[in-house]
């Protein structure tokens, strides 16, 4: 479904470092927010983890930064959940906050389906980009659309996005059963 030019919902989660993030208070500070869904147990969200890590990387100092939420469904506690996380975030050296979205609002507010989807919001939390980090998950090196990369960097000029939709691909959100 696509969300393009309405408000992003606002959220309040806690990140696997103990803190709690609300989009609202970061959206202030910067210029541009992807909210990126993904799973450390999804193969897609694991090909595109280092190319997420590097658009960190490239427009951190720009006034950008990645957000990842983990909305997938879980049967332990969320302390074990949360600790599941954390190891992934250090193991792939991660450099953007991993939140977990334990009630699976987040994901229901955004409409998202998939893993990874992308929301790419701008200062006043409207979203300009929704969908896929590229057009080759398996292979950095055969990418011929970097839609994330290309529409942050269009909406860090002051321009606006052409391309703003691409239908995400990648693992199902594992949802709740419901009761």
Partial sequence: MNTIGNFAPDFEIPGIDGEVYHLGSYRKKLKAIAVVFMNHDSPPVNQYIERLKQIQTDFGARGFTVMGIDSNHRTEPIAD????????AQEKNLNFPY?????????????????????LLDSDAVIRYQGKIDDCAESAQKVNHHYLRDS????LSGEKIVKDYTEPEGTPIQWRPKS
């Fill in 81 to 88: 959940s949360i600790d599941a996380m954390q190891k992934y």
């Fill in 152 to 155: 942050i960097s269009v909406l």
């Fill in 99 to 119: 939140l977990r979205d334990p009630t699976q609002d987040v994901a229901k507010s955004f409409k998202a389906k998939v893993m990874p989807s992308v929301y």
